[in-house]
Every structure is written in C-alpha cells, then in structure tokens.
C-alpha cells in the first residue's frame, strides 16, 4: 500500500510543475526566499554539505560496524547507502524525463543566483538526499535528539536550494517525497536483506 501511495504522488509531482497555476505560484514563493545577492555562506555551506555529510554518516557506521563487529551498526550504514542511491537515482530519471527549467534560467531578471547551475531542475537532488538520510537515521535509531537534528538540517538544506535560486519550491516538495519515499523502501529492502544472515536479529 505504502508503495502505491509513493509512487502516485511521484506520477502527482512529474504532472505538476506543468499546471501554470502552480508555476506562478511557484516563482512568487521563490522570489521572497531567493534574494538578489544570495551569497550567504551559510546558506551555500549548508547546502554542500549534501555532498559530504551523508557519506561520513553511511561509510562510518560501515566502518565502526566491521571493526567492532557489529551487524546492527553496519546494516544501519548499508540501509542509510541504499537509501541514498534509490532517491539519486529516482531524482535523475526524472530530471530527465520532465526536463524543466532551471528558475534562473527561465528568469533571469527575477531569480538570482551566486553560481551558474543549468540541467533538469525537478526534484531538487540536494533535498531528495538529505530527506533520505534524515529520514534513514530517524527510522534506524528511533531517538529524538537524532531524528530532530537530522530533519532540522534536511530542512536547511532544502531552504538553501530555494534562497540559492537553484529550485522552485515544487522541486524542493518533490525532493522531500522522493528522499522520504526512498527511506522507507530502502528499510524494506534492508530487511529483507538482512533476513536471512542475521536470522537471529530483531528489527527495531
């Protein structure tokens, strides 16, 4: 069931960007976050530590898992890797096959942007991949003080995308779908997995 509903909101989304309502809406959003020099070095710090801080959490629980031989540790770094190539590779079949416009690109008068960034701009990666391992922590140690830090930076993250001008808000929707979607497949998939090397673990 949970699959049917994520894939119908992933067909919901591809037809969305295309309504001219939506669009409109959509820039009007995006000119009150995107300001005319968006060079905040917090806002661009933050949105490249997509590119970082997933691997460091992935490849350490990895690592800690097989020095101190513990399967729970590294099938929660094998989840969290799972997790992250199903949202990439969801995010660019996408941007692919719906093709839209970056916003500056198609305003260059109106969205600004402190680096030139072309290509498909729906879903937002950068949010699809930081959802995704927000969403992988929060699943994998049910603790508050990880799921709240974890979603406060997914949330910086996809901010960044808008105030940064590389997104619509759709795409950054569309991201948010697509990382959380991807989590929970991919802590099916792990399961699964899992099921029969560690027949005597319990899932969480």
Not at 127 to 149: D, Q, R
């Amino acid at each position: 069931m949970k699959s049917k509903i994520f894939w119908f909101l992933i067909i919901f989304l591809v037809l969305k960007p295309q309504i001219s309502l939506a669009q409109n809406l959509d820039v009007n959003i995006l000119k009150g976050i995107n300001p005319m020099y968006p060079d905040s070095e917090y806002w661009i710090q933050t949105s490249s530590s997509v590119y970082w801080l997933p691997a460091v959490f992935a490849f350490g629980s990895l690592g800690y898992g097989y020095i101190r031989d513990d399967k729970q540790v590294t099938r929660n770094g094998f989840e969290l890797l799972i997790s992250i190539g199903i949202s990439q590779l969801i995010s660019e079949a996408l941007k692919i096959s719906v093709n839209r416009e970056r916003p500056a690109d198609k305003y260059p008068l109106e969205i600004f942007v402190n680096s030139t960034t072309h290509g498909g701009s729906f879903p937002s990666g950068h949010t699809s991949a930081a959802f995704a391992t927000a969403t992988t922590l929060a699943l994998e140690y049910k603790k508050w003080y990880i799921a709240v830090p974890a979603y406060l930076w997914a949330g910086s993250v996809a901010y960044s995308r808008m105030y940064l001008g590389a997104h619509y808000p759709t795409d950054v929707l569309g991201g948010i779908i697509i990382g959380i979607g991807s989590s929970y497949l991919s802590h099916l998939l792990t399961k699964k997995l899992f099921k029969n090397k560690n027949s005597g673990y319990v899932q969480p």
